[in-house]
T-cell receptor, first 115, second 109 residues
């Protein structure tokens, strides 16, 4: 099956610094990538949708200047959490969809802890 | 608004059968998904239903009734490794996935 590689799996950073999370599709073209965050015992919350070569579409309430998304190629999308604060601590997951396939493929997720 | 409802937690016994229900109200419908998520891990795909009826895949089956906005995931011959959260998600008319909060399934020996 399709493989989506997301890293790092865990990261601890200091408040005020930036963290970059990568999401790669290893054996198919990721026409659309979705970034979610998940707080403990809560559902996945969509942050933004990105299509290759175009600007990401952010969900209401998500600061685009804080959560920078780049989808420069059909195999790579990055999420950069800028000037991280403790309240940004969460589980971030990328999801990939490709043309002609209904299923969404998940990356392994990134546990971000801001101290 | 869009809404996905599923029970917060369920408990079942090893070897038994459990049914996890999901009801939804969304703007449009392009299929319903069930995912399994172990603690600290990303969800993994279990099933996809877009037409009414039952889809069987090994020990897991998923049922859909579009007229009722209702689905269930049926797990048979429960094993301890089935202890996880089970997420119901609906793809709306914009092909966005709307997620339920998940049902935590606890399996007891």
């Amino acid at each position: 099956g399709a493989v989506v590689s997301q890293h790092p799996s865990r990261v601890i950073c200091k408040s005020g610094t930036s963290v970059k999370i990568e999401c790669r599709s290893l054996d198919f073209q990721a026409t659309t990538m979705f970034w979610y965050r998940q707080f403990p015992k809560q559902s996945l919350m969509l942050m933004a949708t990105s299509n290759e070569g175009s600007k990401a579409t952010y969900e209401q309430g998500v600061e685009k200047d804080k959560f920078l998304i780049n989808h420069a190629s059909l195999t790579l999308s990055t999420l950069t959490v800028t000037s991280a604060h403790p309240e940004d601590s969460s589980f971030y997951i990328c999801t990939v969809r490709t043309s002609g396939v209904t299923e969404a493929f998940f990356g392994q997720g990134t546990r971000l802890t801001v101290v | 608004g869009q809404n996905i409802d599923q029970p917060t937690e369920m408990t079942a016994t090893e070897g038994a059968i459990v049914q996890i229900n999901c009801t939804y109200q969304t703007s449009g419908f392009n299929g319903l998904f069930w995912y399994q998520q172990h603690a600290g891990e990303a969800p993994t795909f279990l099933s996809y239903n877009v037409l009414d009826g039952l889809e069987e895949k090994g020990r897991f089956s998923s049922f859909l009734s579009r007229s009722k906005g209702y689905s269930y995931l049926l797990l048979k011959e429960l094993q301890m490794k089935d202890s996880a959260s089970y997420l119901c998600a609906v793809m709306d008319s914009n092909y966005q996935l709307i997620w339920g909060a998940g049902t935590k399934l606890i399996i007891k020996p």
